[in-house]
């Protein structure tokens, strides 16, 4: 009866142990991305598109999209975003009139295969405003 006894409150100890474990992963799975900065230029070629994307969380994402609501993906890949790493993309699209609000929503994956996403709203601007910006 004795063994019994140490056999079951070992077996208590591990499982005290695995769910300690399994409860600290779930503390420090954080996965989070974001739009830090975008912009929508309009110039004489069409709309020149700026996105910075971040990985604001602790785990490892794969950036899958980028979507421009009612004109589609810009991006369509994959890159890797380490924790603390950012990611500045650029692209050109059709012209688009100044003060149109654009719906610009970034998709990435986690290690453990879901999709989460940002969004962020932007205005076209025009080419002159933004060098005035600069300045």
Known sequence: ??????????????????????????????????IIEARAISWAGGTLIKVNIANLGNVKLTLTTINIKGIGNIFSGSKTLEPSQSY???????????????????????????TIETIKNVEVMPWEKIEKIKE
């Open 1 to 34: 009866s004795e063994i019994l006894l140490i056999i079951i409150s070992l077996s208590i100890a591990s499982l005290a142990g695995l769910f300690f474990i399994t409860y600290s992963k779930s503390l420090n799975y954080n996965p989070k991305i974001e």
């Open 88 to 114: 500045e993309f650029e692209a050109n699209i059709s012209s688009q009139p100044i003060g149109k609000k654009l719906t610009i929503i970034a998709s990435a994956s986690t290690p453990d295969g879901k």
